[in-house]
């Protein structure tokens, strides 16, 4: 792409959100001046820290800045301080939820990568991951059980009864289907559309709609259909075995969790949610790290930064279409990793413990080694 100014709104949150962030920002930075392109990082409250604040997990300052922008790097929000406040005033669903919604965000891309280097930090045996592997989730966001309605909780009868309803369109079914060919296409190891349609009329539409989707425009990408508690067997027995995978959005939240831990090392997963294509290879979106705040180890240096890091290359490649750019960002990485660099999380006898700044320097100076 032609020298241009990428605005982004960064919005680091709680807990780990700003310390992981600064590095992000430093590894984007660098890249930009090397790659031709100016980044304008702007930064807005969000989460917990919105709350003391300015009064509320989002404020409308904060989604000014997200609605003038053309990505979100986010960082990661919630944390005990504000545990006590009503489910919707949390950060998660204060912040995370309405802007997922707000900017149609329907589809969240979860690469759960196990690094053949790192493969003695997940918890299977080494046998099933020598190697490592690496699976894509990609989970349906705007739709399902989280924001269907009617949804209430009331008295009936003299005892209280809870609703939440699951509902899925045909084309929200359509559209995500459509994003996950595309991307197995180009990985060209097939697609794996996970529902439970022995049960859910939700999933026999799913199904349907996957189906008609890949016979039309797809026939080339090998289509398999697997109910959601088998997916989540066959993911730990035979985890080399999957590469796309696609789903609706509890289903997703569920397994991509799975996914993430089979990996061992959660502080290194990045993740993407998009909405509609903007332009050919420009897609608004929302990248952030997968794991949480983790305020147990806030504020002392040691997480690891490389998911932040690795979700600002999600951002410059599905949200600007800068591929190079981007492989070059999982290269620095992969070599700080290959360099037995480990922040506490990933390390192990016989590995270098590093600071989540020298982390971060180290990935800054592989850059395009
Ligand atoms: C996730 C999280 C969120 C979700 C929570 C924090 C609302 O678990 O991004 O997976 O359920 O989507
Ligand atoms: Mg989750």
């Known amino acids: 792409m032609e020298t241009s100014t990428l605005k982004i709104a960064v919005l680091a949150g709680d807990g780990i959100g700003p310390e992981v962030m600064a590095e992000a920002g430093k590894v984007l930075q660098a890249v930009a001046a090397q790659d031709g392109f100016t980044l304008d990082l702007k930064e807005g409250l969000v989460g917990g820290i919105a709350i003391d604040q300015a009064g509320k997990a989002l404020p409308a300052e904060t989604l000014r800045l997200c609605e003038e922008s053309e990505a979100i790097l986010f960082g990661s929000v919630g944390g005990p301080k504000w545990e006590a406040l009503p489910a919707q005033e949390q950060p998660e669903r204060g912040a995370l939820l309405p802007l997922r919604k ?22 299977l045996r080494p046998d ?65 559309s996970v529902d439970k349609a022995n049960v859910l009329d939700n999933s026999l539409l799913w199904r349907k709609v996957v189906r008609e989707v890949g016979q039309q425009h797809f026939p080339e990408v090998e289509l398999k259909h697997l109910l959601v508690d088998n997916a989540a067997m066959q993911f730990i027995r035979y985890p080399r075995s999957f590469d796309v995978v696609v789903t609706e959005n509890l289903f997703g939240d ?6 993430a831990m089979m990996t061992g090392s959660i502080g290194m997963l990045p993740s993407a949610s998009l909405g509609a294509q903007r332009e050919a290879g420009r897609q608004f979106g929302l990248f952030e790290p997968s794991g949480g705040s983790a305020p147990d180890i806030a504020g002392k240096g040691v997480a690891n930064p490389i998911a932040q890091i690795l979700s600002g290359a999600m951002m410059l490649r599905h949200g600007f279409g800068l591929d190079s750019s981007a492989a070059k960002i999982e290269q620095a990485v992969r070599k700080a990793i290959r360099d037995g660099l480990r922040t506490g999380d990933i390390w192990s006898e016989g590995t270098a413990r590093v600071s989540t700044r020298e982390m971060g320097d180290a990935i800054v100076r592989n850059l395009g080694a």
């Open 102 to 123: 707000h900017f149609h965000l329907y589809a969240n891309l979860r690469p759960a990568v196990c690094y053949a280097e790192l493969v003695s930090a997940s918890p």
């Open 128 to 192: 099933l991951v020598a190697g490592g592997f690496e699976i894509l989730c990609i989970r349906e966001l705007t739709g399902g059980l989280y924001f269907g309605q009617p949804r209430y909780t009331r008295q009936e009868n003299g005892e209280l009864v809870a609703v939440d309803t699951m509902v899925y369109h045909e084309s929200e079914i359509r559209r995500i289907a459509e994003l996950a060919f595309r991307i197995a296409r180009r990985r060209g190891k097939g697609l794996v």
């Open 254 to 259: 569920i397994l991509s969790d799975e996914l």
